[in-house]
């Protein structure tokens, strides 16, 4: 139906960047927003960044400043560009869009399967 795959995490260290990317592919009829969240060990799943397809973005206030979301609508993609990372911003960061699809034109929240950002010296 619809896939959603992340890519970019890694290890960093504290006060370097890096760059997640994910690209949604299948029956994609709209794409209302797409947008990051994030789960830390112990923690529940909390938003990090969205963005939705009018260019309105929403930003955690704990990344504000530090980290960008930005899309490709002609790709289907999302990227989150992460500067000045601490090591709080240890988690699995996971990749959601609001999507209408086909043939049943039914719309929904998809996700990704995560990709491990850890920071750390």
């Known amino acids: 139906q619809v896939q959603l795959v992340e890519s970019g995490g890694g290890l960093v260290q504290p006060g370097g960047s890096l760059r997640l990317s994910c690209a949604a592919s299948?029956?994609?009829?709209?794409?209302?927003?797409m947008g990051w969240y994030r789960q830390a060990p112990g923690n529940q799943r909390e938003l990090v960044a969205t963005l939705g397809n009018d260019g309105t973005t929403n930003y955690a206030e704990s990344v504000k400043g530090r980290f960008t979301i930005s899309s490709d609508n002609a790709k289907n993609t999302v990227s989150l560009q992460m500067t000045s990372l601490k090591p709080e911003d240890t988690a699995v960061y996971y990749c959601?869009?609001?999507?209408?699809?086909?043939?049943?034109?039914?719309?929904?929240?998809?996700w990704g399967q995560g990709t491990q950002v850890t920071v750390s010296s």
């Open positions: 299948g029956s994609i009829v709209t794409i209302y927003a």
């Open positions: 959601n869009a609001d999507i209408r699809v086909s043939p049943t034109r039914r719309r929904g929240d998809f």
